[in-house]
């Protein structure tokens, strides 16, 4: 079984991974004045719906849609005004966060361009 054979959900080490990776995310969010007042007080179920959404994405169990349904990431991020400013803090703490990470650089490239997409795909205003 190759590379390409295998999601990038195991390729990278499982749920254990997303869980990290978004703790290492979210340190940048709670210091962050712009985008902190996007997020509820208490941040701990957003940490998990996200790394449960990002391990689904990537090739890991459905834990994300069972629990929330479909991901409607569009309709899910309406309420909030999603500025060019925003988006680029957001990308800013998430490819920190993807820098803290341990993996191989062609699984860190393949993650940093679905992200990236996704800002962009989120912006609103």
């Given at each position: 079984m190759g590379r390409e054979?295998?999601?990038l959900f195991e390729r990278v080490g499982g749920e254990g991974f997303f869980a990290t990776l978004v703790e290492h995310f979210y340190v940048g969010v709670e210091a962050d004045e712009l985008l902190r007042p996007m997020y509820p007080e208490d941040l701990e179920p957003g940490k998990v719906h996200l790394a449960n959404f990002l391990a689904q994405y990537w090739g890991g169990p459905a834990t994300y849609e069972a629990t929330r349904g479909h991901p409607r990431l569009r309709m899910?991020?309406?309420?909030?005004?999603?500025?060019?400013?925003?988006?680029?803090?957001?990308?800013e703490h998430m490819n920190n966060a993807v820098g803290q990470m341990e993996m191989d650089e062609a699984d860190r490239s393949e993650l940093l361009a679905y992200l990236d997409a996704a800002a962009h795909q989120l912006r609103n205003r």
């Amino acid at each position: 079984m190759g590379r390409e054979d295998t999601p990038l959900f195991e390729r990278v080490g499982g749920e254990g991974f997303f869980a990290t990776l978004v703790e290492h995310f979210y340190v940048g969010v709670e210091a962050d004045e712009l985008l902190r007042p996007m997020y509820p007080e208490d941040l701990e179920p957003g940490k998990v719906h996200l790394a449960n959404f990002l391990a689904q994405y990537w090739g890991g169990p459905a834990t994300y849609e069972a629990t929330r349904g479909h991901p409607r990431l569009r309709m899910r991020h309406a309420p909030y005004v999603i500025t060019k400013r925003a988006r680029d803090a957001w990308l800013e703490h998430m490819n920190n966060a993807v820098g803290q990470m341990e993996m191989d650089e062609a699984d860190r490239s393949e993650l940093l361009a679905y992200l990236d997409a996704a800002a962009h795909q989120l912006r609103n205003r």
